[in-house]
């Protein structure tokens, strides 16, 4: 999240929020307290309570504003219809994008999503259930983005788009994982060529 001026409450709000995507990142959920993040923002506390009810509340709200944010560049991807005709190639360009990403930074939104998600899905009902409306809509994605490649051909026929999407998406949450531990591309590239092999019609 880029800074912003401080002067207008929504931008505050952004501010509360670009402090703690970068403390949770790092440190995860329960390592950053609501004063590291106020520090981070440069804004009194009164302006955390005026957005937000709770520490909570603000994981939802970050997790709601970073899920959006993703889901919007992988349909960005999927939507390079002039440019790379094949599905398959967008699915491709999309998760290459998002392995050099990681690579690059690895504090990025999905890392977030994956790392509040896999801390607090246990403790925190709220939390956990942004999680699964996030996953279920980058879910929808890849069965919509499957299903044009079916029609278009250039995508595997004999299994149904919802089961393959679940695939690419398991696989592709495992390789993230693994990628974030090793700190090593190395199983995005593996996933990737798989995937690759395994949806081509």
């Known amino acids: 999240m880029s800074k912003l001026n401080k002067n207008t409450p929504v931008e505050t709000k952004m501010r509360i929020l670009a402090a703690a995507s970068e403390l949770i990142s790092k440190h995860g959920f329960n390592g950053v307290g609501i004063n590291d993040i106020l520090a981070k923002a440069e804004v009194p506390k009164g302006s955390f309570y ?57 504090d990025t939104e999905v890392g977030l999503m994956m790392k ?25 994605l ?8 079916q029609t278009a051909g250039s995508i595997r026929k004999d299994i149904p788009a919802e089961t393959l999407a679940s ?12 990628v974030l531990v ?9 996933a990737m060529a798989h995937l690759r092999s395994f949806l081509a019609a």
């Open 50 to 106: 005026h957005w937000f009810t709770s520490k909570e509340q603000l994981g939802v709200e970050l997790l709601r504003t970073v899920g959006a944010a993703v889901n919007q560049e992988q349909a960005s991807w999927f939507a390079q219809s002039s440019m790379m005709p094949s599905h398959l190639d967008r699915l491709a360009a999309a998760m290459e994008a998002d392995s050099l990403e990681l690579m690059k930074q690895r």
């Open 116 to 140: 509040l998600g896999a801390e607090m899905s246990s403790s925190s009902e709220p939390i956990r259930l942004e999680v699964v409306a996030f996953l279920e809509r980058e879910h929808q």
């Open 142 to 149: 890849y069965a919509d983005l499957i299903r044009q490649g």
């Open 167 to 178: 695939i690419v998406s398991d696989l592709w949450t495992g390789a993230y994982l693994r």
């Open 182 to 190: 090793l700190r090593n591309a190395q199983p995005m590239r593996l």
